[in-house]
C-alpha cells in the first residue's frame, strides 16, 4: 500500500493510509508540495481553507496550520450541470418482501410501537410494553417498542409544532404495523392537535389514550395493544419493486477515510437506487455548508435550487439566532480522526448523495414523496438526524463511521465502517466494512455486497443496533422550554 493517497490530481495534500507514519497518523493529510501562507489547501479537488503559515512539502496539516475559508450567508446562482446517469438495466426487477399498508405505503418491519405525546407518561408506555412483552405471542410481530422522549409540554410556536409533527411522523411510519399513541390529558401536545397532523392515518391501526381519562392506563394501554398485536399477526411480507424503498444517508463519527471510502460508496448506492426509482435522503444542513454548490448544481429545476439556497441559509440564521458560531465543526473526534476544516468534512459527507439529480428539499418531519435525491433539514446530531430521516419515511438509515457508534434510530441503521481497523474491533457495532476498497477489493465488489446487504434488510435481516435493541428517537428542539 503506498503511504499516501492523492484523492483528487489538483490536490496539493495526500491522506496517510498507513499506521507508524513517522509525520502524521493515518487518515491526516501532509502537503504534497510546498503550500504559501494564506494559499489554499486543496483536497478532493476544492478548497478546505487556507494555511495559516507556511506549510514545507511533506508537512503534517492539520489545525495547527489551516483555517477555514467559509463566512457567513452567501449569494448563489443557479448554475445546473448535465446529469448523466449510467442506469441500472442489469438489476431493473429488484425486489424485497414488503408489508403493504393500507395507505399504498410499505414497510420492511412489522413492530408495535408505543409513542407518548409527553414525557410525562414515558413510564406508564415503558409498563404496557414490558407487560406486552411478558403475556403475549410475538408471532409475526418484529418488535414492541416505547419510543420515549422529554417534549410534548412547555414548549411553544413552532417548538411545539416540531414535537407534534414529529411524533405524528412517527406515528405513521410504515415499518409500525400498530400503534398506540398514549398522552397524559393536560399537555399542550393535546391528542385531538396531534391527529389533525395525521390525515390518513389508520384508525385501526393506530389507537390513542389518554391517562387521564380512564382508572388504570397500563390496562386501558395493554388492552389497545393486545387488539393491535392480534390484527399484525396476520400481517405477511409480499414482493416489492425496489422503487418503493426510502434510504437514508448519513455520516457520523467521521475520519479521513470518511470522503475516501463509506461515503463514495454509499454514494454509487444513491445513484444506482435512485435510477430504479428509489428515493435517497441526505440531510445534516450544517454540514453541507461549504460544499452547498455541488448539490445546488444538481437542482432538478429553479425552485429546487432556491429551497436548497433558504435550506442552507436558513440553518445558518439558526445558530446566529442562538449567539453561536456558524462555523464550530468539526467535532473533537472528527478532527482526532484527521478533519480539519467544516469545508473538508462537508465535501467528505455530501458524497454520500452521489452525483444524482437534487429532486426535492423537505422539511423537518416533513414525509418525501418525490422519488430521487432529497435533502433533508435537520442538524448534523447523529440520533437527532437519524430520527429525522426516520420521520421523512426512511425504511432504514445507511450510517458511516470512522471512529465506531453503537446507536440506533427508530429503524434499522446500518453502520458502514471507513476503515477495516474498526470494522475488526466494533464486529458488534458495524454491519459493513467499506475499508476493504483500500486493501484491494474493488468498488464493483463492494457496490454488489452493499446492495445485497441492504436488500436482505429490508427482507427482515437484522442491523447490529436491532440485535442489542438499540432504537431511540431525538426530536430537533429549536425554542426555549417554559
Not at 389518554?210 to 382508572?215: F, G, N, R, S, Y
Request: aromatic fraction near 6%; include cysteine.
Amino acid at each position: 500500500m503506498n503511504r499516501l493517497m492523492q484523492i483528487h490530481p489538483n490536490d496539493n495534500v495526500g491522506v496517510v493510509l498507513v499506521d507508524g507514519d513517522s509525520v502524521a497518523q493515518r487518515g491526516h493529510k501532509v502537503a504534497l508540495c510546498d503550500i504559501a501562507e494564506g494559499e489554499d489547501v486543496i483536497k478532493y479537488g476544492f478548497p478546505i481553507g487556507h494555511a495559516t503559515k507556511f506549510i514545507k512539502a511533506g508537512e503534517w496539516v492539520h489545525s495547527h496550520n489551516l483555517a477555514t475559508n467559509l463566512a457567513d450567508n452567501l449569494e448563489y446562482t443557479y448554475s445546473p450541470k448535465e446529469q448523466i446517469n449510467d442506469g441500472c438495466d442489469s438489476v431493473s426487477n429488484l425486489a424485497f418482501d414488503g408489508y403493504r399498508r393500507k395507505n399504498g405505503d410499505v414497510g420492511i418491519r412489522n413492530e408495535l410501537w408505543i409513542i407518548p405525546t409527553v414525557g410525562c407518561v414515558n413510564s406508564q408506555a415503558n409498563l404496557i410494553a414490558e407487560r406486552m412483552r411478558r403475556e403475549i405471542p410475538m408471532d409475526g410481530i418484529d418488535d414492541i417498542r416505547v419510543f420515549s422522549h422529554n417534549y410534548g409540554c412547555s414548549q411553544l410556536s413552532d417548538d411545539l409544532a416540531n414535537t407534534r409533527n414529529a411524533l405524528a411522523a412517527l406515528a405513521m411510519h410504515p415499518n409500525a404495523g400498530g400503534v398506540l399513541v398514549i398522552g397524559l390529558g393536560c399537555e399542550n401536545n393535546q391528542i385531538d392537535k396531534l391527529k389533525e397532523c395525521m390525515s390518513d392515518y389508520d384508525p385501526q391501526r393506530v389507537r390513542f389514550l389518554t391517562a387521564q381519562e380512564v382508572d388504570d392506563e397500563v390496562d386501558a394501554g395493554f388492552s389497545i395493544c393486545e387488539d393491535l398485536a392480534g390484527l399484525m399477526r396476520a400481517d405477511r411480507r409480499a414482493p416489492v419493486p425496489v422503487s418503493k424503498l426510502r434510504i437514508g444517508l448519513k455520516c457520523g463519527g467521521s475520519d479521513g477515510f470518511s470522503g475516501i471510502t463509506a461515503n463514495p460508496l454509499l454514494g454509487r448506492l444513491s445513484d444506482r437506487l435512485v435510477a430504479l426509482g428509489a428515493t435517497t435522503i441526505l440531510t445534516e444542513v450544517p454540514e453541507m455548508f461549504g460544499a452547498e454548490t455541488i448539490l445546488m448544481n444538481r437542482a432538478a429545476d429553479k425552485d429546487v435550487f432556491d429551497r436548497t439556497v433558504s435550506l442552507i441559509n436558513n440553518f445558518k440564521d439558526y445558530f446566529r439566532r442562538a449567539g453561536q458560531p456558524v462555523y464550530e465543526n468539526p467535532s473533537p473526534g472528527n478532527k482526532a480522526g484527521g478533519i480539519t476544516t467544516l469545508e473538508e468534512k462537508s465535501l467528505g459527507c455530501v458524497q454520500k448523495g452521489g452525483s444524482a439529480v437534487v429532486t426535492d428539499v423537505l422539511e423537518y418531519a416533513q414525509k418525501s414523496t418525490i422519488p430521487g435525491l432529497n435533502l433533508l433539514n435537520a442538524p448534523g446530531n447523529d440520533l437527532v438526524a437519524s430520527t429525522a430521516l426516520a420521520l421523512a419515511g426512511c425504511h432504514m438509515v445507511l450510517f458511516t463511521t470512522g471512529r465506531g457508534t453503537p446507536f440506533g434510530t427508530a429503524v434499522p441503521t446500518m453502520k458502514i465502517s471507513t476503515n477495516s481497523q474498526l470494522a475488526g474491533t466494533k464486529p458488534h457495532w458495524i454491519d459493513f466494512d467499506a475499508g476493504r476498497v483500500l486493501s484491494g477489493l474493488s468498488w464493483k465488489e463492494l457496490d454488489e455486497q452493499l446492495l445485497k446487504l441492504v436488500i436482505d434488510v429490508a427482507n427482515g435481516k437484522p442491523t447490529r443496533n436491532e440485535q442489542v435493541s438499540a432504537k431511540e428517537i431525538a426530536i430537533f428542539k429549536t425554542g426555549v422550554t417554559l
